[in-house]
């Protein structure tokens, strides 16, 4: 097992990616390590806990089969953990078949959320499910909107456009009452220029009031929708339009579906492992108050409802898979996983806003009713 750097890293990226959120090992801090027999891992250590950010890449390309032989990273995990400091061991946001994989060297798998997926060959909303989307494209369009495909190169190098990016992007922070700088949510529109695409919305050739960053998963021919931000005062129905017109611009090129993200703490579930050996019962029974306490700080309703409004095809799980280490001593499972929690709330890095956090809770209730059915400012669609 050796260390490596980023440009080993990115290098791989653009062949061997295929979880939607595999670019974020290019923009947040990682120490990377590659195995003896080419697997590449992305590790940061926090609270005593060895946290590994998604799945490993192959040390070959899993396309055009899209096939994924796990058993050939059997070797490479065990050298992982002989190479890690001791302490817990947890994979974050991974898929399904990997979460299997991984029971069968002693991980408790935690269903944590699920990621819409749509198909770029039938995305166009139809019936009474789409209607409120075609209606609030219509009326974007009606008062003027307009969506422009941007070179992020451009963009960066032209810098009164910049300026009004970066604006944009720091009013959206400023709504959250806890931003999340770190780990798999850490954002830089300007890493990684030369493969991602910008979509930005105008209304008649005035400022900017939506910015849609999408990011290529390898040679996946599919795409995530990493950031849609929009403005305080952007025209109702933007959020729409530049989600449709962005997927259709990526169809025209050739893609065939985009993820429009993570919505984590949706769903909590442990169904995967067969074996109660290593469940964290005590944990898992506070699961639901602590995903309640969580979703304070996000619109997890509202992110739901704004994808429900596309034409979604199929909504992927996503998994916590922690490997606890053997204590003897009562609930050190539990223990452990309350560990890994707090592991990966460090490891986002979270700062609250107290600006913004008083400015919520005397806010009138009945606003948080009125805006339910809408796009929320500035959505992050992943973490």
């Known amino acids: 097992m050796k260390k490596i750097g980023l440009d080993r890293v990115e290098e791989r990226l653009t062949e061997s990616a295929f979880n939607s959120s595999h670019s974020v090992w290019a923009i947040s801090h990682f120490h990377y390590y590659e195995s003896t027999t080419g697997w590449i891992f992305a590790v940061v250590r926090k609270f005593g806990v060895n946290l590994i950010a998604l799945e490993p890449l ?75 989307v075609r209606a609030a494209k219509n009326q974007a369009v009606r008062l003027g909107v ?26 959206f922070h400023e709504k959250s009452s806890v931003q999340l700088r770190g780990f798999l949510l850490k954002t830089d529109p300007w890493k990684l220029r030369d493969l991602r695409r910008c979509f930005v919305a105008r209304n008649q050739n005035g400022p900017i009031e939506g910015v849609l960053i999408a990011t290529p998963i390898g040679k996946t021919q599919s795409w995530y929708f990493e950031d849609l931000w929009l403005t305080p005062h952007t025209t109702r129905g933007t959020g729409e339009l530049l989600t449709l017109e962005a997927m259709q611009a990526l169809a025209d090129q050739g893609a065939k579906r985009v993820s429009l993200g993570l919505i984590p703490l949706t769903t909590i579930n442990a169904s995967l492992n067969e074996k109660r050996q290593g469940r964290p019962s005590v944990f898992l029974s506070t699961c639901d108050k602590i995903a309640g306490a969580l979703k304070y700080f996000y619109n997890a309703d509202g992110l739901i409802l704004f994808r429900k409004r596309f034409n979604v095809q199929s909504w992927k799980s996503s998994y916590l898979s922690v490997k606890t280490e053997k204590k003897f001593w009562p609930f050190s499972c539990s223990l452990q996983w309350a560990q890994v929690l707090i592991a990966i709330i460090l490891a986002h890095e979270p700062q609250i806003i107290w600006k913004t956090l008083r400015g919520k809770n005397s806010a009138p209730k009945q606003r948080v009713v009125m805006e339910s059915e809408s796009l929320p400012e500035g959505d992050r669609l992943a973490i």
């Not at 190169?153 to 910049?162: A, D, E, G, V």
């Open 146 to 171: 307009e969506i422009e495909s941007c070179s992020l190169n451009r963009l960066y190098h032209t810098p009164h456009l910049k300026a009004e990016i970066e604006e944009i992007r720091k009013k």
């Open 58 to 132: 192959p040390p070959f390309s899993p396309f055009p089969k899209n096939e994924m032989n796990w058993d050939s990273c059997q070797d490479a995990l065990y050298e992982l953990q002989q190479h890690l400091p001791k302490g817990p061991m947890a994979f974050v946001s991974i898929g399904e078949s990997f979460a299997q994989f991984l029971t069968h060297f002693g991980f408790y798998n935690l269903q944590f959320g699920t990621e819409p997926w749509v198909e770029l060959n039938d995305f166009a909303p139809r019936g009474n499910k789409g209607k409120g």
